[in-house]
């Protein structure tokens, strides 16, 4: 239970860096060799490449990446007790739009908890 928390406020304190606008909040619950796959095939490897995609985002337009992830869309299994995937609806702050579902591998690596693989789903209508 205690670990499930820390997941859940990893995923937490992403959406609500991603409100702020705040790139090193959203790479920071990121390992450093933390690696993303977007919708578009596109692989993200490392923190480097995860900041430069989200300040690519942000620099579009305040608030471009501000989202929620429902807490009841958070489903958690332990794959191992250091290993953890992670099924996770985003939705835009607005309300509108579709839901995304976001795939995420968390791992405990020296005691910490982090997000090691993301993987963007389809847009669910």
Do not use: C
Not at 39 to 67: C, I, K, M, W, Y
Request: aromatic share 6%; no cysteine.
């Amino acid at each position: 239970p205690a670990d499930e928390q820390v997941i859940r406020q990893l995923v937490a304190t992403h959406a609500s860096s991603a409100q702020a606008d705040d790139v090193a909040g959203m790479v920071g619950t990121m390992h450093p060799d933390a690696d993303t796959r977007l919708d578009n095939g596109r692989f993200l490897v490392g923190s480097e490449e995860n900041t430069q995609f989200f300040q690519l985002v942000v620099s579009g337009g305040p608030n471009r990446l501000a989202h929620v992830h429902p807490d009841e869309s958070i489903r958690i299994r332990f794959l191992q007790q250091d290993v953890a995937f992670v099924d996770v609806d985003s939705v835009s702050m607005s309300g509108s739009g579709p839901r995304t579902p976001y795939f995420l591998v968390a791992t405990k690596v020296e005691n910490e908890w982090g997000i090691a693989v993301v993987r963007n789903g389809p847009d669910l209508e």
